[in-house]
């Protein structure tokens, strides 16, 4: 539940950089314009906007409200009219002029998200609107135009100082907010945040081999699992010996609507594990907690969340470099091992659980095997 109460601060420039300072109010109560308190002392700024700001739970919230006084004042009240009809069940209309307010249409949007997409989907959104309802001045929705959305752009860039990739992701998420209010073609398409697609990284034959020389018997399963299956961590994590077929052998990606776990795009799968990685689960198979259904449990049967902890830590041991070592490295490995030695694209797809062929055509990264070695020798010799 949203805390009532909605301060009005600015966002100035201090000694002490960037801050958000408490208003000041004259004697009848109005704001006085341009007016903050800066360490106990008034201080006159005239640059910088206004933000109300309030709390929900333990989480502070900020918009953007102009650089007018009054207009800021009045956002203020209108906020704290707001919040106290939520918090008392009562569903805030949409104005008599037909236009919607922002605040209202971006908690509506939110509320629906968290009761009908994952929880790492609402926290995107989440994130992306505040972001955007910081940046953009506009009360009604109806208003917004193309000059908020590259404000918007320009905001992450140099205001959040995000990766240009994180800033396109975040700039798509308003987007697809925009197109569910049936807001359409406000941005070209070089508005677009621009980022250059890297290509995906992969693991040396020999950064492995100093890894797994480095791990006890639990943490080269562990990783010889993600390497071997190609799974992401969420998968991994939420793994059940009921997914794993040691006859086969294959494992499955499979819904788990008792930890209140879904593959991503609600796809299930299979994917064929080679005999090696079967050898190794019959033993941790043999003496696994028969009572507990995952894979990789914690001591009290629960998802195991530090599996990147772990690799870091195993990498510091092998006197590797901790920042070249992270869980998706495994997936896209396996993808490009596969895809180099011979499986087609479809089928790769398939293992991977991705909804489009693109997606999969990241991983075809040329071969740097001895023989293609031998094949360029061979033209130019």
Not at 209 to 238: P, S
Not at 352 to 368: A, I, N, Q
């Amino acid at each position: 539940m949203a805390n009532r109460e909605v301060n009005l601060t600015k966002r100035v420039k201090t000694t002490q950089g960037l801050r958000y300072c408490p208003v000041v109010l004259s004697a009848n109560g109005r704001v006085k314009p341009d007016v903050v308190i800066v360490d106990g002392h008034e201080e006159r700024h005239v640059e910088g906007a206004y933000y109300v700001e309030w709390y929900e739970g333990a989480r502070r919230r900020r918009l953007s409200v102009g650089k007018n006084a009054a207009d800021a004042s009045a956002r203020r009240i209108q906020k704290e009219a707001e919040l106290n009809a939520i918090n008392h069940g009562v569903a805030v209309s949409a104005p008599e002029n037909g236009r919607r307010s922002v605040a209202v249409v971006v908690a509506d949007f939110l509320e629906e998200t968290k009761l009908t997409k994952k929880p790492k989907t609402y926290a995107a959104y989440s994130t992306s609107l505040t972001y955007f309802t910081e940046s953009c001045t506009k009360i009604y929705l109806e208003d917004i135009e193309r000059r908020d959305l590259l404000n918007f752009s320009a905001f992450l860039r140099d205001e959040k100082e995000l990766h240009p990739r994180t800033c396109w992701n975040k700039f798509s998420n308003v987007m697809s907010f925009l197109k569910a209010q049936n807001i359409r073609g406000l941005a070209k398409k070089n508005d677009w945040p621009s980022y250059v697609e890297e290509e995906p990284e992969v693991y040396e034959q020999a950064e492995l081999d100093k890894l797994f020389a480095a791990c006890d018997e639990q943490e080269r399963l562990w990783f010889e699992f993600f390497l071997m299956t190609g799974m992401r961590e969420q998968e991994v994590m939420h793994a059940y010996w009921s997914d794993v077929n040691l006859a086969a052998p294959t494992v499955r990606v499979s819904h788990k609507p008792d930890l209140g776990w879904t593959p991503k795009a609600y796809k299930e799968r299979e994917i064929p594990i080679p005999e090696k990685l079967v050898q190794s689960l019959k033993v941790q198979k043999a003496k696994s907690d028969k009572a507990c259904k995952l894979v990789f449990p914690t001591a009290g049967c629960r998802p195991k969340l530090n599996f990147l902890d772990c690799l870091k830590a195993v990498a510091d041991r092998a006197k590797l470099s901790k920042e070249d070592f992270y869980l998706h490295k495994f997936r896209a490995t396996f993808a490009t091992r596969c895809l180099w030695a011979g499986v087609d694209l479809r089928t790769v797809q398939q293992w991977l659980g991705h909804s489009d062929m693109e997606s999969t055509m990241r991983y075809l990264k040329p071969s740097r095997s001895q023989h293609v070695r031998d094949k360029v020798n061979e033209i130019f010799a």
